[in-house]
């Protein structure tokens, strides 16, 4: 009696996979409700942060949690779904003649690269003629082949000229950008402005049931290096990775042929690594096999094959050589020895031994590392966001101490510059008074006070010119100071748009038109001078009370300048209240459209505090994560 050596190996794995699911995970509900229970934690996180008043940060953060959340809702409904398989590779390495060969017609156009960021599932579930369009936010519709089809090329017209859009503009403003870090930031910049990012996540497509369709749901990926600019407006294999409950990732044989191998393993583990490191759900398959052996036979067929495995067999749990092209055209042409030939056969084969003989196994570890990935992403977005958050409120703290000190140190600068002036105006007063007095014995009168010894058209002249100048030092160091007072989440990029806000403009405009004259300035003269110097013994009690005379001469101009002085110090005092007005609200509002209200800083703490001594949080920073951690988070 012969003993099947294979089929008894077969039996035992799916006995060891029951059996370690079984440890792991007490059975798929209770994993289910796990799910059930980390979704439900991230959307009270959501409601949570939605009680602040939102700034752009917070209301992208509270985004990327709501998308979080949408995703364990989708890891939850997936749960009821076939085993999602998903083509996975280059553009340009035939996965949608991948996907049609194992189809059994075509139903993906090949070398037509998406630019929306989407996956396509192709049910045999759906009604035919129907197709299921999944958004970003949850939610999805039903509607015709024919209308899914004109919604994603809107779609794709909307991505195309927001691209357009981004070029042209990057093109103008390029030039004005003399270092790396303004280049950067123009980037960034100019692809919020103008890149379109649609919110189709997924469309699923009808289409005819087969062998393989009965038991998986085949899924077709955007290419991993199409042209999007590498920026994350456009999305990411990030995006879908965690759905997979299966990976087919193709390669070109032909590549390998041509031992452009490093370049390949770069990539590889590039994306690996943004998608949590390596997972035990991987099927490597290397594509146009039929060209290699166009182009060394048999013998090249074998090093492309052996060099594979070498390079890739730690990343794929098998290794399946295949001709994509030939397996469609010759199903289509239902040539069997063709489809032999194709060894699509054996890439069937190996997606029923390694993931639909034991589909719960697989369906619960895809959906344990896709729990796993989602709460990495949780913690990254979490971590990102409170070191903006943080770092606007301390440079919130920062430019407010700094204006702070400067308005004062002004202040005192501006006060002793005041008191300087009139100060020097006096000690003119006392040189005048002292060389022109005796003259007030000779008959001249007030206008002679006035004109000669205060000198008072002069001290206009010289007061309003005082005020005119320190009317333009105070308007330069409004706009300064306001300008200094704006968050701006670019270091190096100055926008040619408005930094200051137009309330602030018209609330707090410079007015110094108080101060532009001096209108009431009279002095007060002892009662009795003049009456006094018009009595016929005037010469004589002029010099009998001479001291005295100028000692009141003196004290008049002093008291008036005093009081002059004063309210002149209290003015600018006003105003400089005013510009302190003008930089708070400055600040105030750049931050409220960064982040949050300063006044809610207590808020965001106390939130932040509670999530992170949630249970979804520590679960996350358990010692069981710590190895995915080092893989993931940078």
């Known amino acids: 009696m012969s003993i099947d050596f294979d089929f008894l190996g077969k039996r035992m794995d799916e006995m060891f996979c029951s059996v370690n ?20 934690a991230i959307n009270s996180f959501v409601g949570q942060f939605q009680t602040l008043q939102k700034g752009k940060y917070t209301s992208e953060f509270i985004e990327s949690l709501n998308e979080i959340h949408t995703n364990y809702i989708e890891l939850v409904n997936n749960f ?20 049609n060969a194992l189809i059994g017609y075509e139903v993906a156009k090949p070398d037509e690269l998406p630019n929306t960021w989407k996956i396509d599932v192709y049910s045999p579930s759906l009604a035919e003629n129907k197709a299921l369009i999944k958004y970003t936010d ?10 899914a089809e004109q919604i994603v090329k809107t779609e794709e017209i909307k991505t195309k000229n927001s691209k357009s859009k981004y070029n042209d503009q990057l093109r103008i403003e390029m030039a004005n950008c003399k270092t790396k870090e303004t280049r950067e930031e123009l980037k960034k910049y100019l692809s919020r402005k103008f890149l379109y990012k649609s919110n189709i996540s997924e469309i699923r497509w009808h289409v005819k049931p087969n062998r393989l369709l009965e038991k998986c749901l085949l899924v077709d990926t ?12 456009l999305g990411s294999i990030r995006d879908y990775y965690h759905k997979a409950d299966g990976i ?47 182009n060394g036979g048999e013998t090249a067929v074998q090093q492309v094959c052996q060099s594979a ?13 295949i001709s994509a092209l030939q397996a469609y055209n010759s199903t289509k042409n239902s040539d069997a020895s063709g489809v032999e030939k194709s060894n699509i056969k054996s890439l069937e084969n190996a997606i029923n031994d390694i993931f639909l003989s034991k589909a719960d ?20 977005i979490l971590h990102g966001y409170k070191s903006k958050a943080n770092e606007y409120l301390n440079v919130y703290r920062q430019k407010q101490e700094n204006y702070k000190k400067f308005l004062s140190d002004y202040k005192n600068k501006i006060d002793s510059e005041t008191s300087n002036f009139f100060r020097n105006y006096m000690s003119e007063v006392e040189v005048r008074t002292e060389r022109y007095v005796d003259q007030l014995a000779e008959g001249k009168g007030k206008s002679f006070i006035e004109n000669t010894i205060y000198d008072i058209d002069s001290f206009k002249r010289k007061y309003e010119s005082y005020l005119t100048s320190k009317h333009s030092e105070l308007s330069n160091q409004k706009s300064i100071l306001q300008k200094s007072c704006n968050i701006s989440e670019y270091k190096y990029l100055k926008i040619n748009e408005s930094i200051i806000s137009k309330s602030v403009k018209d609330n707090y ?46 004290r008049a101009m002093k008291n008036e300048c005093i009081t002059l002085k004063n309210r002149t110090t209290g003015e600018f005092s006003d105003i400089l209240k005013n510009i302190d007005i003008a930089c708070q609200h400055e600040l105030d509002s750049s931050l409220e459209q960064l982040v949050f209200p300063y006044n809610q800083e207590t808020k965001y703490t106390q939130i932040v505090k509670s999530i992170e001594t949630s249970a979804v949080y520590n679960e996350f920073c358990d010692e069981k994560m710590k190895d995915f951690l080092c893989l993931y988070v940078k």
């Open 509 to 554: 405009s410079l007015d110094l038109s108080s101060l532009n004259s001096i209108r009431g300035f009279t002095p007060t003269y002892g009662d009795g001078i003049f009456s006094f110097l018009e009595n016929v013994f005037g010469k004589i009690g002029f010099w009998m009370r001479k001291n005295s005379i100028i000692k009141d001469i003196i």
């Open 361 to 380: 196994y697989i369906k619960g570890e895809a959906k344990t590392q896709g729990s796993t990935k989602l709460l990495a992403d949780f913690e990254k």
């Open 21 to 40: 699911l079984c440890l792991n995970i007490s059975s798929l509900g209770d994993l289910k409700q796990s799910l059930i229970d980390k979704g439900n």
């Open 248 to 294: 087919l990732w193709l390669l070109d044989g032909s590549a390998i042929a041509a031992k452009n191998t490093s370049n390949l393993i770069d990539e590889l583990k590039t994306v690996l690594h943004d998608v949590g490191g390596i997972r035990g759900n991987i099927i490597g398959v290397i594509n146009r096999m039929d060209n290699v052996f166009a």
């Open 138 to 147: 949850g939610h999805s519709k039903t509607c015709t082949v024919e209308e």
């Open 222 to 233: 955007p290419g991993l290096n199409q042209n999007l600019y590498d920026l994350e407006q």
């Open 309 to 321: 495995k070498q390079i890739f067999g730690e990343y794929f749990s098998q290794i399946i050589p």
């Open 80 to 99: 009821d779904d076939k085993l999602m398989i998903f083509i996975v590779g280059n553009g340009c390495t035939g996965k949608s003649t991948l996907l």
